[in-house]
């Protein structure tokens, strides 16, 4: 319906997520279905696009709107917002179409003002309750909607119950809570300059344009970006009346899964806490109770709960994290939403339900995002560690973390930046430090449990956590962590094992994370779905071997620079290339040729039976050269200390062919095949070491693999027609000096614009096509990788000028281009001609999603990406049907 702003919750139905946002949409559909919701409705997100892109500006007709749906909801409620005869409270919560956990702004309890707080004390004949939720609105509204530091408010609490000598918020009597709500009035006042509405219809307003807000709020900004979510979206407001879990000890507050988030097992899951309300509990200011305890308390809503939460779960056939409000024994719906969970969860929750008959294979696919898997490879505690923990909290996410303690988000996020492992420690997270657990390698908080902010982003992101850790004090300006008699100060290394909640007092040695059966189940199916080849990037044996083990299908880069760079074998290359003579640069790749040869016999023999592309040599030549300063100092020295005759000269000479070989831009320098046509002894002896590692490791286990020669760097067609001549010629000189003959392709990386351009041509001498995106992308849009990224390329993501790091994720509109023309192009010669991407992005999810549309046979990527990436083709697989 046109201009339409606002939908009743009875209006509405699940599928209507993207204009009820996630929240609105579920409200709606559990209604719907018959279970115990609040009344209420939902602003729409069209209307907070439309008043975010108007300065904030609500659109025409919204205003009516709200004032129709308040009227609405009073008449069928029985309340009216503002009566001081039957007051009515609302909250408002937002709801973004992608759920963001914590990352928006709620207001609880508005329509509570002098007036109406004697009502309902009068009415639910407790007055301490009324008084408690008049001081969380006049905290929430100010921190919320009018700005006002919640430090403030906060302050005041902690000072009184200092000055009563208590510890909770719940130990406060009424006559403490109306001194509150005096206090905090005057905070605001003073604060805003006595500028402050007593009006809850214009509170209302207020409310709904602080939500609209809070869609571009930093932190929301940064769970966006991380999670791929468009910031075009906007959030959704659901305006619901109040259910009090904090009317006494009948009332109750609390947050529940269907399975376990953590590890994906059935069982009851969940946290409550008795006379609170929702934000105490995710908000981790008070540890909650677990769920099963709940049974003993209210008997009749736990019950009831156990239902819900499985005719929920049936209904959506998935996990379901709900959450919940006991008002007077009496049990109330809130929210329910597909559950966030850890990649080992996911993998379980997937698999027992297609066990259990609730969803397909294809279904539980399309649930595991391929970047969870990230998960999966975090390391663990060594299980023959012996150390004490120091503490013990909540095992709220799983994986290890090592790091130097630090005490803030800012700290943390700088520390990251710098390639510092730090571990976060805090009373308890909040929305704001969401930058700090980005940027930790894991979460330490004293309060909070299983379900609070910490424990949520955690596991969202993959990071180790361990909450509730109740034993440690901490000073956040003094910058120390006392547990019993031992002080950390920032920078001393701790541990945290977020699969037992342990805490170690030091350093602990991690292992790798194991592969579990679920992971093997799952895994076979996207195997059987997707339809792009997974092959890794390895240049070694043990890196070839773990290739393998994560269900790589080849090799589809081998970069043989990298078996350069061992400090027993730079001399004889360094030899090669400051070579004056062929006679010199022969003698050097004589010596070079056997350690090439072994380093490929091992790879093969780890990769036997499965293809391996071999590119030739290919980097810079500034990589294997010494620096022409360092150089120009030792012979400084030399002559100085009146070094031998014999030094000084080598020492000089070298300094002469550093200097001539120098290059101002060695990236667009003699390297690849230009290096080859100038010394095209150079591939003929790398030649010769793949062919004899072949050769020899078919002799040797009977079986080898699928020779791949891959040729770098082409534009040319004349430099592709001349290389493959010497790779050829070579071939079969050594298949005559052995008397033994195999298959072999020779092929070509495309990581030049006009390689990509003319496709056509250079196809007539390549039997394969192998997509270098790294270069690729640096010569497409003239971006230097190494120093843009800690440059303007920064910059240029913060402002939006590009949606992404190019270099991490394919700038489809132009590197894609030619990546599809190359493709294109190619097979117009040679209509099967297999092609490939062997660049960073091969282990990208939605670069993968790219190459399949682009129809590329295979994605090659680093060995611990192989899982991710063989998830991300059958996504991408699953998608294109």
Partial sequence: MANTYIYDFSEGNASMRSILGGKGANLAEMMRLGFPVPDGFTVTTQACVEAMNNDGKWPEKLNEQVDAALARLEERTGHKLGSSDSPLLVSIRSGAVVSMPGMMDTILNLGITDDTVRTIAEESGNERFAYDCYRRFIQMYGDVVEGVPAHMYEDAIKEMKKARGVTLDTDLTAEDLKELVVQFKKISKDYLGNVWTLDPREQLSH??????????????????????????????????????????????????????????????????????????????????????????????????????????????????????????????????????????????????????????????????????????????????????????GLPASPGAAVGSLVFDADTAAAAGAEGKNVVLVRYETTPDDIHGVLAAQGVLTAHGGMTSHAAVVARGFGKPCVSGATAIKLDTQGKTLTIGDRTFVEGDLITLNGSTGEVFGEALKLIPPQINEDFEHVVQWADEVRALGVRANADNGPDAENARKLGAEGIGLCRTEHMFMAADRLPAVREMILAETSEEREAALAKILPMQQADFEAIFTAMKGLPVTVRLLDPPLHEFLPNYVDQALKVQELELTGGSEDALKEARATLAQVKKLHEQNPMLGTRGCRLAMLHPEIPAMQTRAIIRAALAVLERVGQTVGVEIMIPLVSLEEEILQQREIVKSTVEEEFERAGKRLDYTIGTMIELPRAALLADRIAHHADFFSFGTNDLTQTTLGISRDDAENGFLAAYEAEDILPHNPFASIDVDGVGQLVSMGVERGRSTTPHLKCGVCGEHGGDPASIEFFHSAGLNYVSCSPFRVPIARFAAAKAALKDK
């Fill in 207 to 392: 409310a709904i344009s602080a939500v609209f807000r809070s869609w571009n709020n930093p932190r929301a900004d940064i769970y966006r970006k991380v999670n791929g979510i468009s910031r075009d979206l906007g959030t959704a407001v659901n305006i619901m009346q109040m259910v009090f879990g904090n009317h006494g000890d009948t009332s109750a507050t609390g947050v529940c899964f269907t399975r376990n988030p953590s590890t994906g097992e059935k069982g009851l899951f969940g946290e409550f806490l008795i006379n609170a309300q929702g934000e105490d509990v995710v908000a981790g200011i008070r540890t909650p109770q677990r769920l099963p305890d709940l049974e003993a308390i209210l008997p009749e809503a736990y019950r009831e709960l156990l239902e819900t939460m499985q005719h929920l779960e049936t209904h959506y056939r998935d996990m379901q994290d709900l959450e919940f409000t006991i008002e007077n024994g009496k049990l109330f719906m809130l929210q329910t939403r597909n559950g966030k969970r850890t990649a080992p969860a996911a993998l379980k929750i997937a698999a027992d339900m297609v066990e259990e008959g609730l969803i397909t294979k294809e279904e539980a696919l399309e649930r595991i995002e391929p970047a969870q898997l990230d998960q999966l490879l975090h390391p663990g505690v060594d299980p023959s560690n012996t150390v004490e923990p120091i503490t013990k």
